[in-house]
């Protein structure tokens, strides 16, 4: 089968022909991929070494959907035909976290695309609880579904956004647009979305923010008074991964009332330690925002299902799997004359 391959931590990964079709073990199944999105931390296989906690030969790509073409012994949900999302993080389901619905946070699990084989090929066998029903979903939404939008929910979840909240999103990529979707969706006021890459505020926009800026061009601090009455935003989430990025969200969450803050959430990976004043987060908090739950994942797809989400903005490009380099460029070298937004791959 076709797919996209790793073969060890030095050598590059590259589109190969001829790699056999994944064997289905006892509760697993074999899911014929449809649609394949490329995600930005998958831009670490595909472009350099790669982490050394990855298991090699591997097959690049987490976020995938399809349909089931075969079942292993002992499955019993899923039959032969039918169309699933992948829920990439693969868990114990006995650890007391996963007992208590907070699989995210398993400490035996492992993530396909990184301890075993992905989404980047024609086939990816996986645990069957790692296959979720699509049921009239489509194909490309539920790929994007399964971390883009799913991890931007779980980060608005942590944010704890409610109702007539003030919110700001830093990094207006695949993550970042999400999350402004989902501030809007929990009934935000005001949502802001920030990004030095001013060509992506256009989509922000379309996404439900009610206001953009280019923090590298327009001062961000008179924004933010102005939008909250000089109180700053009751929530800030930090898509981009910059600690520049990271120090102006606290700077957000914070206004006239030196005794209350907001809370920061950071989902972008940040390489250098994060701090902040006592001050700063006074009744407040700053959080790392990780994967999301399959039950998070299975709520979304239901939302997508009863059309209370749409995403028929989110993808603005589409690659043949054998192409995925010409994708990779896209996303890396910032020359594109539209907004980039969620990549999907079909092989």
């Known amino acids: 089968m076709l797919a996209v391959q790793k073969p060890s931590h030095d050598e590059p990964a590259r589109v190969v022909e001829a790699v056999n079709v994944p064997d289905v073990g006892t509760g697993e199944v074999l899911v014929e991929i449809r649609a394949a999105s490329l995600c930005g931390s998958d831009l670490e296989v595909l472009t350099g070494e790669g982490s050394p906690r990855f298991e090699y030969p591997l097959i690049v790509g987490h976020e995938g959907a399809g349909v089931v073409v075969e079942t292993g012994d002992g499955v019993t949900r899923l039959e032969e035909g039918d169309r699933v999302a992948i829920h990439y993080p693969t868990t114990c389901d006995r650890c007391e976290h996963c007992l208590a619905g907070r699989d995210n946070r398993c400490p035996n699990r492992e993530s396909i695309g990184t301890h075993r084989d992905g989404t980047f090929a024609e086939y990816v066998s996986v645990p069957a609880r ?28 942590v944010a704890e956004v409610s109702h007539g909240d003030s919110v700001i999103v830093f990094g207006a990529g695949g993550v970042g647009l999400h999350a402004v979707r989902w501030a809007d969706y929990a009934g935000a006021s005001t949502v802001i979305a920030a990004d030095v890459a001013d060509e992506k505020l256009p989509l922000a926009r379309e996404f439900g923010a009610d206001r953009t800026i280019d923090p590298a061009s327009e001062e961000l601090a008179a924004l933010v008074r102005a939008e909250t009455e000089g109180m700053g935003t009751d929530a800030a989430i930090e898509c981009s991964g910059t600690s520049a990025a990271l120090a102006d969200a606290v700077d957000a969450v914070n206004g006239d009332n030196r005794y209350a803050s907001g809370s920061v959430v950071s989902v972008g990976l940040q390489t250098e330690p994060m701090s902040a004043e006592y001050w700063d987060l006074r009744e407040g908090k700053l959080a790392v925002s990780g994967d999301h739950t399959r039950a998070e994942l299975r709520l979304i797809l239901d939302l997508l299902r009863e059309e209370e989400i749409d995403l028929s903005k989110s993808i603005t490009h589409r690659f043949a799997l054998e192409d995925v380099f010409d994708a990779v460029s896209l996303l890396t070298d910032g020359e594109s004359e539209e907004p980039v937004g969620r990549i999907v791959l079909t092989p």
């Open 130 to 157: 790692n296959a979720l029903e699509l049921n009239g979903v489509p194909d490309e939404w539920g790929s994007i579904a399964s971390c883009a939008v799913s991890t931007a929910y779980h980060a608005v979840r």
